[in-house]
């Protein structure tokens, strides 16, 4: 789904990034989208609103990733033996 969107950057955001192309703004401003959906997924899975394979699913990213994500965070994600299990297979 593409959608337009007319954006103006003004202060320092940008600062020491070298966007040279429309391709590398997209590049910076996707990686953005990426952080902002795993950290609300993770903040509803800390809270105890969603599981964490729900949480996965939110941020667009596989469990193992998010669970790198999670642990940078200071979030240890619950372990079952249902986990570990899909996690040595």
């Known amino acids: 789904m593409a959608k337009k969107v007319d954006l103006k950057i003004t202060g320092n955001i940008l ?5 040279g ?5 997209l590049e ?6 990426r952080q902002v959906k795993i950290k609300r997924s993770l903040k509803l ?7 964490f394979g729900r949480a ?10 998010l669970a790198v994500e999670a642990y940078a965070r200071g979030i240890e994600p619950a372990t079952s033996k249902e986990t570990l299990q899909e ?3």
């Open 87 to 89: 996690e040595t297979s």
């Open 28 to 33: 910076v401003l996707s990686e953005g989208v």
């Open 21 to 25: 192309s429309k391709g590398e703004l």
């Open 56 to 65: 996965a699913e939110l941020a667009g990213v596989r469990k193992d990733e």
């Open 45 to 51: 899975y800390q809270e105890g609103h969603i599981s």
């Open 15 to 19: 600062k020491g990034l070298d966007i």
